[in-house]
């Protein structure tokens, strides 16, 4: 069983980067690092980078650049173990805060550019990212950065299908990473899973482009019919056990969930959904995932913060038993 | 099926009236109104028209009398078509926002007048109004003005029973509106079905007129008992195909989907669930429909406002819907 | 059956003590008590007390101190009737606000001997205690006052264990109150049942300690395996007819429904299944109660408070009903 | 002089009524009444009444109903002695926190009844009356109820002029109290004096009347041409040694201080010249005041209600000292 | 004197286009447009058009983009007289909201071209502007638009010395526009004058190319040393007769008055003084102008916002009084 | 002249430590640390050390502990010169954010310990300290820690006097600090100047121990009857040329510029005359400083925050000239 095999392969030493102690320096001391991890500069030596990637494509509503921020701050209530029961990810790999990515406010191309070069280097130095947006459309810089080679399956947790050609005339942005995706060959799409389609539309045909390329999608409708263990099960057999990638929009929440976001759309998965759904990717290949579109201008409370940390915990778990696992 | 009948009776040609292009003018852009339809004075030549009910009768926590405010603004985000793939409504009739009705927020009783007479243009123009109050209290004017001959039938989703007699001496109130319809012979009573009571209660007989005059009453613990797709085939049976308003008080929704409301009650109906059962009262001849009880103030987050702008455009593409049928 | 026993053994005579009569005084006026009862400073005369501990432990983030302000704020909504339509509280048994327990902001101990100082001053005058936090630390000074003989049976609704044996180097605080209470004899481990563990966790055998002393163990996993009606059943089972006190963590909530806590944990319960779980302990031998862990400054909406103050209302209900039951 | 006449005549023994000790009950403890005094339902026995009046007459933006509500939350932070040096009003006078008037939320008219009589009770009673409203209406309804005979005096802080006849044809709201009061013989126009009138207006003659009646109208223009210093004695010299009350409508203060009141308007008074104003009142015949237009939903941080409940705190130091003058 | 030549210029006739009457449509009513004014979408026919510019240039913190949206809401509050007792705007001039410009948010060049495509129009048609961002970016364009000739002088309030060359080799945006106008001889650099420089700095020579072309900029120490009084006839000396734009940085004022702003700085000026400076501008030729930088999402409370519509309103009069003027 | 001193020794290499380049990593990227210092362990090489305190002693409103956090988060904004025009100090000093000091937060004398401690450490490796609360009561173990001989010159803001014995029987806390450190020798009170006292006061011989033991108290009312000026040169007078320590109780502001905090009160300082006054300071042996009683959840804003790291930073020029003066 993929758990125990987890177990079997951790590490013999305990990593020599972990957290602060929270008995030493409580929870809400010190200047806040993802899940309080060191913050350094230079990837080298890690298995896996926690990011942030600042950047407002800016479609619509704004303010998604003060994510990785905001999800850092919230990320201190957070433990070393999964409540799994799992071996804590901080057992498992060396992992660190390398910071937020280069970025220009004033030029999506450019920062396009350096968002892929800074996770092309993280893809050079073979260690796996887990980062925070920003919004959607830094999937695809990301993509473009880590992937060289065979293209990713992807896990799309989304409100939205993401496949619009462009916006006002802009290829990269929130509305279009799967469509880029696909075209550059960065993911495949018979391996892209998409969960929790529901907004309004501005078209019918708006989910073609997914469908015509064979991404399986399960909308709020279906998700619902098949009931959350067959949804698991069908993510499980779409993405296989070659390399695959989880981007999480946070708006595939309903509202309740993440008032923090440009686009919220009501109906959407609750927080014990998502958690036993990620958890059930335990054991694929995970190379990495993010979680985008947290705006917290939008809410002060920190709640859409909160989720989005407790989601980037659980992917970075995935990722750390798949990365330990691939020793 | 309804759904091929709607379709086949859409208009030859698309109505003029239409919502603003957002991809001419983003959705953040130009002044707020219903799903950014043209804002006009005059309800003539119009099919449906959007409409703000700015009173607090006051009973308890005031603000609603922003709510039509704060709904246009959130209303921005939703897009012309529905998630369920049914044909726009804005495909389907001419739709407006026709601003607000006048009240005096000093007297009750000329507000009562003031409404009614406001609704009661829209009836002899032949428009179907969809409405956002204002307290719960403003349901009453409303089918005094649309109501000349056979009472309606109403979908009703609230916390609360809404049949007291009066508060404080006065008849018209947020709390009495289902009694002075049924008294008024504005609405039958065989044919209202209420969908959400659960609140903590003054009286023990507080549903006692409900019951008495025959209204189908599901309460929460019924409501769980059934099951959604029960309760769906209930509502359409009391409904049947005669005439039928949908009058939502925010509050049928649990306090997580609505802090911005006056009588919030844990325990109560999510997004999710109100959305499929709106979607299942399709093909049912919906005359209009309104949504109350939003207090802007008691949430400045928006969030009530999104999901009551959400539940609004459930009820204008049932409207549209049974409009275009009707032709 | 129980309730028909309740209603049977229900006072003759009315209560002396009754909430502001809402048709005279509305329930935005007067100074907020406790559900508007009147607020009195001695405990002598009555059946149930309702109580303020307003005391941070101050493990991690502060402000619990707040919260039975803001509860009582809150607690002004609510009706004098369940929704169950049992008998009122208010018809079955003397209830008053009897203010807040003296504290030394400055001094854990002192303030453990002062709180465990006044809940004795109520087991002396047989006056059934529900309290409002303060942190969850509070329990424990409340069963020191309360319990003398027999140990009680707790229902603990909590997103965490709460049988750490101390957090740097203090005995008292919101992480070691099982432990405590077992180790003093206040409370009998094989009656402790806790529902809704899930948070992320300090170390793997954080739970260890509740089931080597036999607690019943619920958390979020079995909840679901189970559903809702067998937890309860087993609740039953476990609690059994002897003396319980129920205890409820508001981050035994799902984060949505109370952002305002200092440990907030994702993929928790919704208020719906809290009230049929506490309703579900009817006609069981409730000696009283607590809610903790509300934090007014992380949710200045009053959501969570709105949540505690309904929590706490189920509570008083049942404290009352089993109250009367013993006459 | 007055102060060391004030000095002279406190009461030999110290009232009884005192506020909670905040070294047995630190300041965040037990329920919020004024100044944390004790609460009671009678008057007889008192020398000053605190009261609330929670009255919207809804003009524009209402929630005024809820100040006394949050001013006596935030008036736990104030602590027995003036920063002046004077002597307490607690060590002055019997005073205690008397509750809410009763008021009809449905009904202005027999609300203002309500009040007045509740007043007028104060006054057979023999007891000032220090009270926060509700909106600016709540003045008039309160003279109507202390005058009987000699007209009072009236320091009137505010934005607007307060002198309307009426609006949407109703005599009794926050436009037109000063007219009331004139017309009724309560308020003698002559001994009236108005400071920090500033806002934008319905119409070039919306000071006439307070003009024609000759009233003193200093507008903010005027207020700072003179300086302070000179408009406390022009206060003093217009008010005399005759009764006099002070009413202060929050929106006197600039919106940096009030952005919780219904009409805000930029470039008006700060606090610490509100203060220094009310001071220089010190040693006239200060009968009452009160304070209104406090909208706690328009300002959760409550640093409208902090401001208010010092202004407050202020006059019933005014109120003190004349009342013990006058023994 | 300039009032009295204002006043007798007046139109003879009242201008059809009115603010809706607050007697007929209370101010919470309606749909929110400028003032309450009527929406059009065509400009002729005006003298005096409100426009919304709604985008983020992005070099910082975001969200302008909804400051007409917001500013909008709170201009409701503002009556048809400005407090100077001067005639209103709306008696003198054909003033009208004209929606918001076009903008591709995802291209900052194309949205100068669009914003000064749209004021060319304005200017083409002879209506002046009244605008509101957006960041202080849109100046530049405005400017853009409505020059063809001779340049404009400028007053400008603002924390910062907006000279800059170029932001991440971007021309365009909230810190180079006044270094762009006089590059394109759009506004006169000897006619310019700024007052409120006060902000931290990322240069000490970040004010040199304000001095080198002769600009006159009164940081807030001078501002203070001179007086308020001698800064007004600065003012108006460096401006003189011809033709003038004033352009507002929300953050000239105190954050204690704008919070919701990207770059607050503290130590700023007083919405008094900002008021009596603006009324110092009266019966100069002032040909339209703009606020900027109001960030909504910022301040949820609307202060920014209310104190934003206050100056646009300010800045209204003047150049309604100035369009009376020039017939 | 001291400004014209202290550039002559400005060091000629520039420091190697810098903060982020806002043209690389703009303004809202990478972890926050105090003015986007870099963040280190170690003390060792630095000139000035950058420090958390992240402790509330719990007096009355709690929240300080989150302080250092929303203050490292505001001061993102603030860039490298004074708007003086006077050197950076990050061009004179080595300095860095070296994080927050343990506390145990359960542990009143304890956390007194390692604060100390702490500061001890910085004291031995010569390293100045500017640093943010945690509540007012950091400063005496601030000052245990840096004081070994000579007791240091105190400028001291604040709205309360800071010397009572003891709260609830411990000596430690927010109101006792000046007391314990002149008893202790820690601090010279005839080199003690306390500006901006005007709270409410528990007792009228509350400011009896500051000037019994030769403090300077310069009350609201004569720093209004002084001004300014004069005010800076008595702080001047007092302190002269040995070494001196800025503490800034931010309740020193009116509550318009820092409504998050435990003790506001209304009519105090207003940002302009804070900067002035500490700017007046310039040329004094300033050897470190700290700001307090930011309490974060109380002001969601940041608002209080944005106010404080500007006041850190004029401290930070203050002790940088200082330090590069005694070079």
Same mark, same amino acid.
């Given at each position: 069983m993929n758990r125990t095999m987890t177990r079997r392969r951790a590490r013999a030493a305990k990593p020599k980067r972990q957290p602060i102690d @929270?008995?030493? +320096?409580?929870?809400?001391?010190?200047?806040?690092?993802? +899940?309080?991890?060191?913050?350094?500069?230079?990837?080298?030596?890690?298995?896996?980078?926690?990011?942030?990637v600042p950047f407002d494509f800016n479609t619509n509503r704004c303010g998604t650049r003060f994510g990785p921020a905001q999800v850092r701050e919230m990320s201190r209530l957070i433990r070393r173990f999964n409540a799994t =029961?799992?071996?804590?990810?901080?057992?498992?790999? !060396?992992?660190?805060?390398i910071g937020d990515t280069p970025v220009n406010p004033l030029n999506i191309d450019e920062s396009v550019g350096l968002i892929a !070069?800074?996770?092309?280097?993280?893809?050079?130095?073979?260690?796996?990212?887990?980062?925070?947006?920003?919004?959607?459309?830094?999937?695809?810089?990301?993509?473009? =950065?880590?992937?060289?080679?065979?293209?990713? =399956? %992807? %896990?799309? +947790?989304?409100?939205?299908?993401?496949?619009?050609?462009?916006?006002?005339?802009?290829?990269?942005?929130?509305?279009?990473?799967?469509k880029r995706g696909v075209e550059e060959n960065l993911i495949d799409p018979r391996r892209v899973v998409s969960v929790g389609f529901r907004g309004t539309r501005f078209a019918l045909d708006d989910r073609k482009y997914n469908l015509d390329t064979g991404m399986r999608v399960i909308i709020m409708d279906e998700y619902e019919k098949l009931g959350r263990d067959k949804v698991i099960a069908e993510m499980r057999r779409v993405i296989g056990s070659r390399p695959t990638y989880v981007t999480f929009d946070i708006? =595939?929440?309903?509202?309740?969930?993440?008032?923090?976001?440009?686009?919220?759309?009501p109906g959407g998965l609750m927080m014990r959904d998502v958690q036993m759904m990620l958890r059930?990717? @335990?054991?694929?290949?995970? %190379?990495?995932?993010? %979680?985008c579109e947290v @705006?917290?201008?939008?809410?002060?409370?920190?709640?859409?913060?909160?989720?989005?940390?407790?989601?980037?915990? !659980?992917?970075l778990c995935?990722?750390?038993?798949?990365?330990a696992a691939a020793r």
């Open positions: @929270s008995f030493k +320096f409580p929870r809400f001391t010190q200047p806040a690092t993802f +899940f309080r991890t060191p913050l350094q500069q230079e990837a080298a030596g890690l298995d896996i980078a926690l990011v942030g =029961g799992d071996p804590s990810p901080f057992d498992l790999c !060396e992992i660190a805060d !070069e800074f996770f092309d280097g993280l893809r050079r130095a073979k260690v796996r990212p887990v980062s925070i947006g920003g919004d959607h459309g830094v999937s695809y810089p990301v993509w473009k =950065g880590i992937v060289k080679g065979e293209p990713l =399956g %992807v %896990v799309h +947790f989304d409100a939205h299908p993401d496949t619009y050609h462009a916006f006002w005339g802009s290829l990269y942005n929130q509305g279009t990473l799967l708006d =595939g929440l309903d509202p309740a969930y993440c008032i923090g976001t440009g686009a919220p759309e059930g990717l @335990s054991g694929l290949n995970i %190379v990495g995932g993010d %979680v @705006s917290p201008p939008l809410d002060p409370s920190g709640h859409t913060a909160l989720n989005a940390a407790n989601i980037m915990f !659980e992917i995935l990722t750390a038993a798949a990365r």
